[in-house]
């Protein structure tokens, strides 16, 4: 069974890059089968799409976020990572990482990580 | 700049039938969005119900339903249990990406 797990600094100062990583566990980040996304949620409030990326490399970007998002993947170590530039209070949230179908069919079919809460502050 | 629009709030009566919607600022809702629903309870992930209008996730209770009525997307839930309580997501496949609703959050009582 899939599982995905969210790492990193619960605390990061403004103006510095967040960063996370999410582990896949119980199969391979590089079947070519899925995208790998990041998704979050401020305390309260609604989700946010913020990109995905593909086994290859292959990367799509929020448009509303693409100046200072980057995700990258491991696949020797079955991971894929969030960067995140320029941070203000505004990017304190719950952030997710999610596994979602290649397969158009299968649109929206997210498979979700436990999500990790990332707090903007000095 | 479309955004996705759903109900703030919802309330259903244990037992009953609701229906929420995910609609756009501008224009409508078809397939072609592969509309998706997510259930999210306070402090855990959100939980994959429905994706692609009608395809209900593994492990999913056919009391939910996907569709789309008129000009807008779909969640039905009949039979409404109180752990059904929760808030409700649906995010459409636009352009520049999927963008979610902001949720609508159901009490049943």
């Known amino acids: 069974q899939v599982q995905l797990q969210e790492s990193g600094p619960g605390l990061v100062k403004p103006s510095q890059t967040l960063s996370l990583t999410c582990t896949v566990s119980?199969?391979?980040?590089?079947?070519?089968?899925?995208?790998w996304s990041w998704i979050r949620q401020p305390p309260g409030k609604g989700l946010e799409w913020i990109g995905y990326?593909?086994?290859?490399?292959?990367?799509y970007y929020n448009p509303s976020l693409k100046s200072r998002v980057t995700i990258s993947v491991d696949t020797s170590k079955n991971q894929f990572s969030l960067k995140l530039s320029s941070v203000t209070a505004a990017d304190t949230a719950v952030y997710y990482c999610?596994?979602?179908?290649?397969?158009?069919?299968?649109?929206?079919?997210?498979?979700w990580g436990q999500g990790t809460l990332v707090t903007v502050s000095s | 700049q479309t955004v996705v629009t759903q109900e703030p709030s919802f309330s259903v009566s244990p037992g009953g039938t609701v229906t929420l919607t995910c609609g756009l600022s501008?224009?409508?809702?078809?397939?072609?969005?592969?509309p998706s629903w997510y259930q999210q309870t306070p402090g855990q992930a959100p939980r994959t119900l429905i994706y692609s209008t009608n395809t209900r996730s593994s492990g999913v209770p056919d009391r939910f339903s996907g569709s789309i009525l008129g000009n807008k997307a779909a969640l039905t839930i009949t039979g409404a249990q109180a752990d059904d309580e929760s808030d409700y997501y649906c995010v459409l496949y636009m352009g520049s990406g999927p963008s979610f609703g902001g949720g609508t959050k159901l009490t049943v009582l």
């Open positions: 999610a596994r979602e179908s290649l397969s158009s069919d299968s649109s929206g079919e997210y498979l």
């Open positions: 501008s224009g409508s809702v078809s397939t072609s969005y592969y």
């Open positions: 990326i593909y086994y290859s490399g292959s990367t």
């Open positions: 119980g199969g391979s980040i590089s079947s070519g089968d899925y995208y």
